[in-house]
């Protein structure tokens, strides 16, 4: 579906009044779950069923310290290097 089909499809939601857009997210969510669940029956994969586990990602990236001690530790042999 083109942005511009979802841009108008948001403007004649805006239209409806409060009471009639609970009731079309209602129905969305409905769907959206029912989609899910299907695709995760049929034993489909894809982006909507890939899931991150961030807390992973915690000291993974350059620079990053698992834990406050290893963070310490390199703050150490930094002041070290530099009075060397």
Known sequence: ??????QSLVRQARELSP????????DLQNSLAA?????HSSGESGADN???????????GR????TTQEA???????RD????
């Open 63 to 66: 620079g990053g310290f698992a």
């Open 1 to 6: 579906m083109s942005t511009e089909h979802i």
């Open 19 to 26: 009471d009639e857009r609970v009731e079309l997210i209602k």
């Open 81 to 84: 290097a530099w009075d060397n």
């Open 35 to 39: 989609d899910r669940e299907a695709s």
């Open 50 to 60: 890939k899931r991150t586990d961030y807390l992973a990602l915690f000291g993974s």
């Open 72 to 78: 310490a530790q390199f703050i150490r042999q930094e």
